[in-house]
């Protein structure tokens, strides 16, 4: 079963910046589609961009296009969301996640958590105004 374990979450104010990390265990990190979610105090978990298995295609949530990039080392099994001009409405715990097929790209639209297995517990993100 592969583990993956966020960090980078913090405390930053409106406008500021952060870079958070999934580190996964296992050896097959890199045969598998990726995704951010973040889940907000009262809210469904919503998926914000993901990254297929190479690196060479990803896509956002409107609400943070333009603003966080995804990235990936997979020779680090390493996953990266950058966030940039962060908002008191993008205060959320934020997971990743590993697609349940490998060597498939995704596209945001078509896909859901349901799609997404071996989540983390999260990190906390907050924004203050």
């Known amino acids: 079963q592969v583990q993956m374990v966020e960090s980078g979450g913090g405390l930053v104010q409106a406008g500021g910046s952060l870079r958070l990390s999934c580190a996964a265990s296992?050896?097959?990190?890199?045969?598998?589609?990726m995704g951010w979610f973040r889940q907000a105090p009262g809210k469904e978990r919503e998926l914000v961009a993901v990254?297929?298995?190479?690196?060479?295609?990803?896509d956002y949530a409107d609400s943070v296009k333009g603003r966080f990039a995804i990235s990936r080392d997979n020779a680090k099994n390493t996953m990266y969301l950058q966030m940039n001009s962060l908002k008191p409405e993008d205060t959320a715990v934020y997971y990743c996640?590993?697609?349940?097929?490998?060597?498939?790209?995704?596209?945001?639209?078509?896909?859901?958590?349901?799609?997404?297995?071996?989540w983390g517990q999260g990190t906390q993100v907050t924004v203050s105004a």
């Open positions: 996640a590993q697609y349940r097929w490998t060597y498939l790209a995704v596209a945001l639209a078509s896909t859901s958590e349901r799609d997404f297995t071996s």
């Open positions: 990254i297929t298995y190479s690196g060479a295609l990803t």
């Open positions: 296992g050896r097959t990190f890199s045969q598998y589609t």
